[in-house]
Every structure is written in structure tokens, then in C-alpha cells.
């Protein structure tokens, strides 16, 4: 199994796919609520989905559940791991950030933002993490010291999503005006949150903006937005790219993004209840992913 989707929705499920054939080798039932992320460790046997009160581990070599933590209020909405899986990182609507042990199952930090939290990142110097606020607010986070800054790009604007490139250069947030906001990062020395420097603004979409992520080899970066469409930039100039749209299906939303290792090829996850593998070069869906009955709101790739 090289090549593994996760896809979850609305329908309360989580599917997991060959993403190099499109063949569905596991459903698995998240009757709590729906699927708000996904995450799978980089050795590929656990996979992490968070939901309403709910964060939920699954055995990808088993089908079987691992662990359920309980301990949290309203939606989370992001979860993610540390590289080497040793632990993993939460972030929701109670306002609060966690850290999780993933051996002892405790919550090792907490960050409280006042305010609820839509997206959380973590920086690959593995240190800080760059949070994301519904009024507004990002936050840089020095995780050992608890140091943070603040900042705020726009007025009455909710950040939808946060990223920081692979190589730490570029930091970059949309919100929910459809605007994406890049920052220059660079580090510091004793001890220092690293340096934010704004770069530019780039008004990627006409309505609400959902996801941005870099590619793995920090060319690219991709926005996703209730306009149905992805774009891609790049990173050198931040000019626009590509363009992906389904042109069969105009009035939907692209909930979810990720990229393949190579970053040539970009999966969606969209309000029609597939998820798509694109090919960035032609602009052309290389395959669909079909098989939930509502809204895929969440994917995870790992190859």
C-alpha cells in the first residue's frame, strides 16, 4: 500500500483509498459526527480524524480503533502529527491548542487563543506552530517556552487556514474574504520566535477561502475556496499558475487539498462527494475518488 487516501465527510464516514488506482480498500464508521481532518503518520500505520468532541486514532495495518480522546468540547477542527509520530497536535472551537503524548495518551501543552481556533500548522523546525482564529488572530507559538506573538492581516476577517512552506521560508494564511496573506519567515537566534515579515496580499478568491497548503518541495502553494475552484502559485513571484475547476460541477465547495510527494499532482475534496487527483502540469483530473454520499470535507496522502 504505497500510495494511501483518507477521505472523510459529512456521511460519517472515513474511506481509505489506493490513491493509485481509486480503489476503496477500507470504509470505516465515525458515527459521532462528521469528519473536520485527517492526518496519517509518516510511517503510515496510524491515522488521526477529529470531529465534534471527538479525536479519534484508527490502526491502518488492523481496520481497528486505537484510541478515542474525549477530553475536549465543540469542533475540533485541525489535528495533526509530529514527524516522527511521537506526538500530535489539536486545535478547535474551546479556543485551545493541544499537544498530545502519543504514548500516554496525556496532554503534554495547551494554548489558549480566547477565541475559537480554525487552523493550526507546525513549523518543521518542530519548535513553533502557526494557529489561525475565527476574529481574526494568528498566532506564532514557541512550544518549549510558550513565547508567542500575535498578529492581525485584516479587519472582521476569520483565518480559514495557515501554512508554513517545508524549507521555513514563507508563511501564508486565507481567510474568509478569500484573501491570502503571505509573510517572509526567517529564524532568530537565543531562543527567538522567528521573524514575520509581511510580503503581500493576494486576493486569490471572490468568495470564501477554505485551505492553503505548500508543496512538499516549497514550489507551490495552493488556496481552495466555495468558488469551486484551487489555485495554484508559485512560490518565486506568487503568480498564479493553474487554475483547477470542474467544469461539470460550478457551484460546489473544495474543502480539502494535498499534494503528492513530487508535487505534480494535487488531490480535492469537494461538496460533491468525491475527491479528484489532479495533474498540475495539464490542469486535467487524472482520477475521481467516488463513494461517499455526502460532502468530503477532509483528505489525508501520504506516499
Given at each position: 500500500?504505497?500510495?494511501?487516501?483518507?477521505?472523510?465527510?459529512?456521511?460519517h464516514?472515513?474511506?481509505?483509498?489506493?490513491?493509485?488506482?481509486?480503489?476503496?480498500?477500507?470504509?470505516?464508521?465515525?458515527?459521532?459526527?462528521?469528519?473536520?481532518?485527517?492526518?496519517?503518520?509518516s510511517?503510515?500505520?496510524i491515522?488521526?480524524?477529529?470531529g465534534?468532541?471527538?479525536i479519534?486514532?484508527?490502526?491502518l495495518?488492523?481496520?481497528?480503533?486505537?484510541?478515542?480522546?474525549?477530553?475536549?468540547?465543540?469542533?475540533?477542527?485541525?489535528?495533526?502529527?509530529?514527524?516522527d509520530?511521537?506526538?500530535?497536535?489539536?486545535?478547535?472551537?474551546?479556543?485551545?491548542?493541544?499537544?498530545?503524548?502519543?504514548?500516554?495518551?496525556n496532554?503534554?501543552?495547551?494554548?489558549?487563543?480566547?477565541t475559537?481556533?480554525?487552523?493550526?500548522?507546525?513549523?518543521?523546525?518542530?519548535?513553533?506552530?502557526?494557529?489561525?482564529?475565527?476574529?481574526?488572530?494568528?498566532?506564532?507559538?514557541?512550544?518549549?517556552?510558550?513565547?508567542?506573538?500575535?498578529?492581525?492581516?485584516?479587519?472582521?476577517?476569520?483565518?480559514?487556514?495557515?501554512?508554513?512552506?517545508?524549507?521555513?521560508?514563507?508563511?501564508?494564511?486565507?481567510?474568509?474574504?478569500?484573501?491570502?496573506?503571505?509573510?517572509?519567515?526567517?529564524?532568530?537566534?537565543?531562543?527567538?520566535?522567528?521573524?514575520?515579515?509581511?510580503?503581500?496580499?493576494?486576493?486569490?478568491?471572490?468568495r470564501y477561502?477554505?485551505?492553503?497548503?505548500?508543496?512538499?518541495?516549497?514550489?507551490?502553494?495552493?488556496?481552495?475556496?466555495?468558488?469551486?475552484?484551487a489555485?495554484?502559485w508559485?512560490?518565486?513571484?506568487?503568480?498564479?499558475v493553474?487554475?483547477?475547476r470542474?467544469?461539470?460541477?460550478t457551484?460546489?465547495?473544495?474543502?480539502d487539498?494535498?499534494?503528492?510527494a513530487?508535487?505534480?499532482?494535487?488531490?480535492?475534496a469537494?461538496?460533491?462527494?468525491?475527491?479528484?487527483?489532479?495533474?498540475?502540469?495539464?490542469?486535467?483530473?487524472?482520477?475521481?475518488?467516488?463513494?461517499?454520499?455526502?460532502?468530503?470535507t477532509?483528505?489525508?496522502?501520504r506516499?
Amino acid at each position: 500500500m504505497n500510495l494511501l487516501l483518507a477521505t472523510g465527510g459529512y456521511d460519517h464516514t472515513i474511506k481509505i483509498w489506493l490513491a493509485d488506482s481509486g480503489k476503496c480498500v477500507r470504509t470505516i464508521s465515525h458515527s459521532d459526527s462528521q469528519i473536520n481532518a485527517l492526518d496519517i503518520t509518516s510511517d503510515k500505520k496510524i491515522l488521526a480524524s477529529c470531529g465534534y468532541q471527538h479525536i479519534r486514532l484508527y490502526d491502518l495495518t488492523t481496520n481497528m480503533p486505537l484510541v478515542n480522546f474525549e477530553r475536549v468540547s465543540k469542533n475540533v477542527n485541525r489535528v495533526g502529527f509530529q514527524e516522527d509520530g511521537k506526538w500530535m497536535y489539536t486545535g478547535g472551537e474551546d479556543c485551545r491548542v493541544r499537544l498530545w503524548e502519543m504514548n500516554s495518551q496525556n496532554c503534554k501543552r495547551v494554548f489558549d487563543c480566547q477565541t475559537p481556533v480554525n487552523a493550526v500548522c507546525l513549523h518543521p523546525n518542530e519548535v513553533e506552530m502557526a494557529i489561525g482564529s475565527q476574529n481574526g488572530c494568528i498566532y506564532l507559538w514557541d512550544i518549549n517556552s510558550d513565547l508567542h506573538e500575535q498578529l492581525f492581516p485584516e479587519n472582521d476577517a476569520s483565518i480559514q487556514d495557515i501554512a508554513i512552506s517545508p524549507d521555513g521560508m514563507y508563511l501564508a494564511s486565507v481567510n474568509n474574504k478569500g484573501n491570502c496573506y503571505i509573510w517572509s519567515l526567517s529564524s532568530t537566534k537565543d531562543g527567538r520566535l522567528s521573524n514575520l515579515q509581511p510580503k503581500l496580499k493576494i486576493e486569490a478568491h471572490k468568495r470564501y477561502a477554505l485551505r492553503c497548503k505548500f508543496s512538499p518541495d516549497s514550489q507551490y502553494l495552493v488556496t481552495t475556496s466555495g468558488d469551486s475552484t484551487a489555485k495554484v502559485w508559485g512560490t518565486s513571484d506568487f503568480k498564479l499558475v493553474c487554475e483547477l475547476r470542474d467544469v461539470d460541477n460550478t457551484k460546489h465547495w473544495i474543502w480539502d487539498t494535498a499534494f503528492s510527494a513530487d508535487s505534480k499532482y494535487l488531490f480535492t475534496a469537494s461538496s460533491i462527494g468525491k475527491a479528484s487527483l489532479w495533474k498540475i502540469e495539464d490542469k486535467k483530473v487524472e482520477r475521481e475518488y467516488y463513494g461517499h454520499q455526502k460532502a468530503v470535507t477532509a483528505l489525508a496522502f501520504r506516499e
